[in-house]
């Protein structure tokens, strides 16, 4: 771990990268724009950024520096709680101005703070843990702020991005061995509380999808009928699709051209399909005569490492994600073609299982074997059950301080607002296993 003095630097250039991510996507639109609701699935913009600035003055500025409140009247009105996102337009909520004024106080508050901490004598900051936490809160917002500008309709405001790198071929399934592997982490200092703590599973061998089903392979489900024959759907998808008169992701006209951040444009074909539900990525695996797989499979696939026998960080090592590694970060606004990051592969030849898309499992998200709320009940507990499925990976739309080998979202099997997609598994076949 770096000392008290790099901890700082570190913490400061999280938080600096985090703060720049939501004021651009912020101050692409005009105010009007920032108090309007895209879509019921979201909230107003304005209420993500004072959202933003309240968590970090509650935890910080509060907790962490037991110092006076910046604004204690608002904290009910960006309590996530208390307020359905669908309620939130119709809120006393602080215009923009007055936001970006909150949050610039607070964010100043906490660099000050940041100079004189120290990082030991309660679990909430060794090792930067709260600092950590709120970095990981504003960027997973940040994700969700570029989700809602997906929904948004109307020209486009974000900056025209990069093209992703070019890709090789990548096909086919990889298998990974059976036997035990350490799921979660009881060593990585800013995991969250569902990420905790370690513990070992054995895992019978699976094949697993070698990349992320792509458009292609996905329009031809759809070409093949999928989504009008009932046998590949579960009853609960069956109901869902024809009740959202599903007929293909969101954002494709069936026509070839899907729009992304308002521009419409031709649909990449070796892309990663994105914006599914995890309803339709069940039914195209079952049309595919596969699965999707379970979150441990996935997880044994992407930081199991056969030559050491340890869980990796990453798929390609303990080192931090880096361009050549993966698709993060707001960098391209789309996934990219598969096999475009072969230094990022797992030891079994898997690749993109970090960044690009999400990725659906056939988990019910829940604790592990010995969980622990952490810093509080509402981060994970409360969404346990049966509810909520778990996805894997990250996406184009996530930082890298907010994805990890270990790292787990969730969200109803309905979603596919988020940038979410998926790859298929199989059990081998007999004999096919020595």
Known sequence: MTGPTDLRAVLADDLDRARRRSNALTDAVDDADLVRQHSRLMSPLVWDLAHIGNQEELWLVRDVGGRDPVRADIDHLYDAFKHARADRPALPLLDPTEARAYTRTVRDKVLDLLDTVAFDGRPLVEQGFAFGMIVQ??????????????????????????????????????????????????????????????????VPAFFIDRAPVTNARYQRFIDDGGYHDERWWSPQGWAHRLRAALA????????????????????????????????????????????????????????????????????????????????????HLSPAPVGAYPAGASPA??????????????????????????????YSQVFFGRDYRVLRGGSFGTDRSACRGTFRNWDYPIRRQIFSGFRTARDPLPGEVA
């Not at 992407?302 to 931090?320: E, F, I, K, L, Q």
């Not at 299982?353 to 969980?371: K, M, N, Q, R, S």
């Open 248 to 331: 293909g992701p969101a954002h494709w006209h069936g026509d070839g051209s899907c729009t992304r951040f308002g521009r419409r444009s031709a649909i990449v074909p070796d892309e990663p399909v994105v914006h599914v539900s995890w309803y339709e990525a069940q039914a195209y695996a079952n049309w595919a005569g596969r699965r999707l797989p379970t979150e441990a499979e996935w997880e044994k696939a992407a930081r199991y490492d056969p030559s050491t026998g340890r869980s990796r960080r990453y798929p390609w090592g303990d080192d931090d994600p880096r361009p050549e590694h993966a698709n993060l970060g707001q960098r």
């Open 349 to 378: 030849g898997v690749h993109q299982l970090i960044g690009d898309v999400w990725e659906w499992t056939d988990t019910w998200f829940d604790g592990y074997p010995g969980f622990t709320a952490f810093p509080y009940r509402e």
């Open 137 to 202: 809160h504003e960027q997973q917002h940040d994700e969700t702020m570029l989700a809602t500008h997906q929904l948004r309709v109307g020209p486009p405001v974000l900056p025209a991005a990069p093209t992703p790198p070019s890709a090789g071929p990548v096909d086919g399934e990889a298998l990974v061995p059976a036997g035990p592997f350490t799921m979660g982490t009881s060593t990585e200092p800013w995991a969250l509380d569902n990420e905790r703590p370690g513990h070992p599973v054995d």
